[in-house]
Nanobody, 116 residues
Framework: EVQLQASGGGSVQAGGSLRLSCRAS????????IGWLRQAPGGQREGVACITKNNGTYIPDSMKGRFTMFSDSAEKTMYLQTNNLKIEDTAVYYC??????????WGQGTQVTVSS
């Protein structure tokens, strides 16, 4: 059974940093796309970062230079390092994996709140 457990969220002031972690189980970490998404209140879920099966890392331009994703395959843990956080980064952050066409799995989410 695929399971994802995210942690590390919290409340920070603008300009601060947080490192989010996601412990995975139930699948081979290196064989599937893993990533982070977020959803702000009233907003749509949007991609934040992902690592592809060939270890390519994708981060949207709006987050490049501030967000970094990396993973530890041995520990089956993925991380999202968020720096220079902005108020608009406030959202619930989810870790996820794509196991195949139409087979996406999500963790329970961790709240990130950025204040001025």
């Amino acid at each position: 059974e695929v399971q994802l457990q995210a942690s590390g969220g919290g409340s920070v002031q603008a300009g601060g940093s947080l490192r989010l972690s996601c412990r995975a189980s139930g699948f081979n970490f290196d064989d599937h796309v893993i990533g982070w998404l977020r959803q702000a209140p009233g907003g749509q879920r949007e991609g934040v970062a992902c690592i592809t099966k060939n270890n390519g890392t994708y981060i949207p331009d709006s987050m490049k230079g501030r967000f970094t994703m990396f993973s530890d395959s041995a520990e089956k843990t993925m991380y999202l390092q968020t720096n220079n956080l902005k108020i608009e980064d406030t959202a619930v952050y989810y870790c996820a994996t794509r196991q195949g066409p139409g087979k996406d799995y999500w963790g329970q989410g961790t709240q990130v709140t950025v204040s001025s």
